[in-house]
């Protein structure tokens, strides 16, 4: 299993950007699609972004689609660049190891990180 560490969040007034940055150990990561999730207050866990095991391909949920990008290296990070931001954004973000190949089914998520606070003011 892979174990996840988040950092970057913060507060940013609206419009701002943002860079969340996750750190995987263990010897498996190329072979997780890795994702990431958020989620606000008195709200369910959403799907935000997910990126594939050769960081080829990439989804994004449409409420983030153009502001929003995943990457990933090879030196076992995982990224989500975070532009334009909106109120609406806050949220807990986590990042997440899934199984099988690129989708946005938290059901999939095998390891979860610990979420970083992220907070956009108006």
């Known amino acids: 299993q892979v174990q996840l560490v988040e950092s970057g969040g913060g507060l940013v007034q609206a419009g701002g950007s943002l860079r969340l940055s996750c750190v995987a150990s263990?010897?498996?990561?190329?072979?997780?699609?890795m994702g990431w999730f958020r989620q606000a207050p008195g709200k369910e866990r959403e799907f935000v972004a997910a990126?594939?095991?050769?960081?080829?391909?990439t989804l994004h949920a449409d409420s983030v689609k153009g502001r929003f990008t995943i990457s990933r290296d090879n030196a076992k990070k995982l990224y989500l660049q975070m532009n334009s931001l909106k109120p609406e954004d806050t949220a807990v973000y986590y990042c997440?190891?899934?199984?099988?190949?690129?989708?946005?089914?938290?059901?999939?998520?095998?390891?979860w990180g610990q979420g970083t606070q992220v907070t956009v003011s108006s």
């Open positions: 990126i594939s095991r050769s960081g080829g391909s």
């Open positions: 263990g010897r498996t990561f190329s072979s997780y699609a």
């Open positions: 997440a190891a899934m199984s099988g190949a690129i989708n946005s089914d938290p059901r999939s998520v095998s390891s």
